[in-house]
């Protein structure tokens, strides 16, 4: 379906004079890559839910960074965290013990209700070293011939950016003129129990799985499709690798996406959140029998675990339960989505959610109506061409809630 043209969002004008933020545009544009498409505005503060760009003007954050900063931009306790480990020592490489690594491993592992935590530095690393470990336990435990194990991933799914990562992507665009790519994935349709049975062999060490596949639309599979997918994978002797980077930690309206339907897998791969935006900090949370596999030098990164990473991360942990985040997050979208739910537009095709994360699917492209949104003091972002995500922060209150749910009515109130 197509709009009319009455009923299509007002865009921010281009024949506006100069401003600083033409300025800024303008030097990224001449020296940076052009490897991204962000809207046009600079910011130059954040705060909590709020970001103030170089024009002084403000507006509600409903990306979070990807789910970054789930605790809130600038959080104090977090800032402060961050100060005082840099005041202190902020790298030592993994040559050398430093006070912050231990404490950090504990308080994820118990968060996470395991028993050991390797710490990486972006996601797509943390992606990596999970498929390190699960071909190692493939050929180690599981006997799998060695360089043939195989891993089950998913059609739509983004992992990350790395030539591994892309080479097993189903989008074109993420794989285009970046080949050769490596062997032993094997893709299957998202939520299809059957598809992954077909495809189980001998050879395959794991599933890797984002519980939501969020760059893909904000798309849930099947109610018990994960139950299934965790009873497949352990009668099999296949790893259940879960991938809850942008999901865990909260956003969902639970610890984990995998939580709401009981599952624990065998690994979890985690990053955003975990350092609340302050500096990059991912993990691999598994089992001591699991992470063992690793001996000295056979994985490594000379920031992985640093003591700066290791202070705000251990932090952000803390803020989270601390402020009982997860719960929030729980309350608090489940009033965007009955919000969203109401909207009645001829552009809406769906809209979908759970805790803070939530879709808006639309019949053509999403961006006008992002910039729209902005417009109105509203930050979101399209993905996927025609989805626009909301996830503000989980720190988001009742009336900051309601400025998200105004604007989306003043947008959407057309029919």
Same mark, same amino acid.
């Given at each position: 379906?197509?709009?009319?043209?009455?009923?299509?969002?007002?865009?921010? #004008?281009?024949?506006?004079?100069?401003? +600083?933020?033409?300025?800024?545009?303008?030097?990224? /544009? =001449?020296?940076?890559?052009?490897?991204? +498409?962000?809207?046009?505005?600079?910011? %130059?503060?954040?705060?909590?839910?709020?970001?103030?760009?170089?024009?002084?003007?403000?507006?509600?954050?409903?990306?979070?960074?990807?789910?970054?900063?789930?605790?809130?931009?600038?959080?104090?306790?977090?800032?402060?965290?961050?100060?005082?480990?840099?005041?202190?020592?902020?790298?030592?490489?993994?040559?050398?013990?430093?006070?912050?690594?231990?404490?950090?491993?504990?308080?994820?592992?118990?968060?996470?209700?395991?028993?050991? &935590? !390797?710490?990486?530095?972006?996601?797509? /690393?943390?992606?990596?070293?999970?498929?390190?470990?699960?071909?190692?336990?493939?050929?180690?435990?599981?006997?799998? *011939?060695? @360089? /043939?194990?195989?891993?089950?991933?998913?059609?739509?799914?983004?992992?990350?950016?790395?030539?591994?990562?892309?080479?097993?992507?189903?989008?074109? #665009?993420?794989?285009?003129?970046?080949?050769?790519?490596?062997?032993?994935?094997?893709?299957?349709?998202?939520?299809?129990?059957?598809?992954?049975?077909?495809?189980?062999?001998?050879?395959?060490? *794991?599933?890797?799985?984002?519980?939501?596949?969020?760059?893909?639309?904000?798309?849930?599979?099947?109610?018990?499709?994960?139950?299934? !997918?965790?009873?497949?994978?352990? +009668?099999?002797? &296949?790893?259940?690798?879960?991938?809850?980077?942008?999901?865990?930690?909260?956003?969902?309206?639970?610890?984990?996406?995998?939580?709401?339907?009981?599952?624990?897998?065998?690994?979890?791969?985690?990053?955003?959140?975990?350092?609340?935006?302050?500096?990059?900090?991912?993990?691999?949370?598994? #089992?001591?029998?699991?992470?063992?596999?690793?001996?000295?030098?056979?994985?490594?990164?000379?920031?992985?675990?640093?003591?700066?990473?290791?202070?705000?991360?251990?932090?952000?942990? %803390?803020?989270?339960?601390?402020?009982?985040?997860?719960?929030?997050?729980?309350?608090?979208?489940?009033?965007?989505?009955? =919000? !969203?739910?109401?909207?009645?537009?001829?552009?809406?095709?769906?809209?979908?959610?759970?805790?803070?994360?939530?879709?808006?699917?639309?019949?053509?492209?999403? +961006?006008?109506?992002?910039? =729209?949104?902005?417009?109105?003091?509203?930050?979101?972002?399209?993905?996927?061409?025609?989805?626009?995500?909301?996830?503000?922060?989980?720190?988001?209150?009742?009336?900051?809630?309601?400025?998200?749910?105004?604007? !989306?009515?003043?947008?959407?109130? @057309?029919?």
């Amino acid at each position: 379906m197509t709009t009319t043209t009455n009923t299509m969002p007002h865009t921010m #004008s281009h024949t506006r004079s100069h401003t +600083r933020t033409d300025a800024f545009i303008a030097q990224e /544009e =001449a020296f940076g890559a052009h490897n991204y +498409r962000p809207l046009d505005l600079v910011v %130059a503060e954040a705060q909590g839910v709020w970001v103030t760009d170089v024009e002084g003007k403000r507006y509600l954050d409903c990306l979070s960074a990807y789910s970054a900063v789930n605790q809130g931009h600038a959080h104090p306790r977090l800032v402060a965290a961050l100060t005082a480990q840099a005041q202190r020592v902020t790298l030592t490489s993994r040559a050398f013990r430093n006070d912050q690594l231990g404490p950090f491993s504990e308080a994820l592992a118990r968060f996470c209700g395991m028993e050991a &935590v !390797l710490p990486m530095n972006t996601g797509a /690393e943390a992606v990596e070293t999970a498929i390190k470990l699960a071909r190692r336990w493939a050929y180690r435990v599981k006997g799998v *011939a060695d @360089g /043939e194990a195989e891993i089950i991933a998913f059609t739509n799914n983004f992992h990350g950016r790395t030539t591994t990562l892309v080479g097993f992507s189903s989008e074109p #665009s993420y794989r285009a003129h970046f080949g050769p790519f490596a062997p032993g994935f094997r893709l299957v349709p998202f939520g299809d129990i059957a598809a992954v049975r077909a495809a189980m062999t001998s050879r395959t060490a *794991a599933v890797l799985i984002e519980p939501v596949q969020c760059e893909a639309g904000v798309l849930f599979p099947p109610d018990g499709f994960l139950r299934e !997918l965790a009873a497949l994978c352990a +009668r099999e002797a &296949v790893l259940l690798i879960a991938d809850e980077i942008q999901t865990g930690l909260g956003r969902t309206g639970a610890k984990f996406a995998c939580d709401h339907e009981g599952v624990t897998p065998d690994v979890y791969v985690l990053g955003k959140a975990l350092s609340g935006g302050m500096y990059p900090v991912s993990a691999v949370v598994s #089992s001591r029998a699991l992470l063992d596999l690793f001996e000295p030098g056979s994985h490594g990164s000379t920031y992985g675990g640093n003591p700066l990473g290791c202070a705000v991360a251990r932090e952000a942990l %803390a803020v989270l339960e601390d402020e009982q985040l997860v719960e929030r997050s729980r309350a608090q979208g489940a009033e965007l989505l009955r =919000a !969203l739910q109401a909207l009645r537009h001829p552009a809406i095709k769906a809209v979908r959610g759970r805790g803070l994360l939530c879709a808006i699917e639309l019949h053509e492209p999403a +961006r006008p109506w992002c910039e =729209a949104l902005m417009a109105r003091g509203v930050l979101c972002k399209e993905t996927h061409g025609t989805v626009i995500r909301l996830a503000p922060p989980l720190v988001i209150g009742d009336a900051e809630l309601a400025v998200c749910v105004e604007a !989306l009515e003043a947008v959407f109130g @057309g029919a």
